[in-house]
């Protein structure tokens, strides 16, 4: 009988084409999402202090986010100048007149007496908005709040220990309870320890060690000088930060 050429029954395999895949909701590279506005912004070092400010201001100080704008016009004199971040009066429209507090943030780096991104830029927007009350200075490292206080004919500005938060007044500000504990939000706790680390190195006589390890800030044992001041503390350390 005559051979017979066996034929393959199997189909022949499937031609595989790869999804066309389209990004949704990208953020373009060198840009973030601005808490507040949801809108890119340019990703500067400077940025990066303002997006944590942003974010404690909802989440630790508890204002409404419809109540804080970024990058708000203050008339200064004859000339705009743009404030960091405001927090308006509860309700209010987002008029100068109603600015309740400003928030100037800095690099990291930024003297806070330089002449022209220091303090006396946060005063002098603080003293264009009538009723503006209270205003924050910050390069992430270094912070400052400040009370305006209104004279006859002119204003001081007092240093003050924090700025109140959504509901608090400034006496509740100044001597926290533990009820106005917050869970720190985003970078503000790493902040908060360099903070203190300044602090320490700046007026303690001593040594003590400070490091940050995989994005969790750890503070080694201290020693105060003269050893006679030192206290014993016996039980577990808690960390907690006010509004």
Known sequence: MPSRT??????????????????????????????????????????????????????????DPSDCLPEFPVKVGSSRKRADVVVFQPGAAHEQEFVFIIVETKRAGTSPFDKKEGIDQLKSYMASCLNAQYGLWTNGDERFCFAKRTGTKTYTFEEIIDIPGNGQDETDAQRPERKDLRPATADNLLFAFRRCHNYIASGWTGA????????????????LSPPSRATAISGPAAVWQTA
């Not at 999804?19 to 949704?24: A, G, I, L, R, W």
């Not at 003590?208 to 020693?223: A, D, H, K, L, T």
């Open 6 to 63: 066996a034929r393959s029954s199997s189909p022949a395999s499937p031609v595989f084409v790869a999804p066309t895949m389209t990004e949704v909701g990208s953020v373009p590279e060198g840009r973030v999402i601005d808490f507040l506005t949801r809108k890119d912004v340019r990703d500067t070092p400077e940025e990066y202090v303002r997006q944590n400010l942003e974010k404690a201001l909802v989440r630790q100080y508890r204002y």
């Open 208 to 223: 003590c060690r400070f490091s940050v390890r995989g994005g969790r800030p750890r503070i080694g044992p201290c020693r």
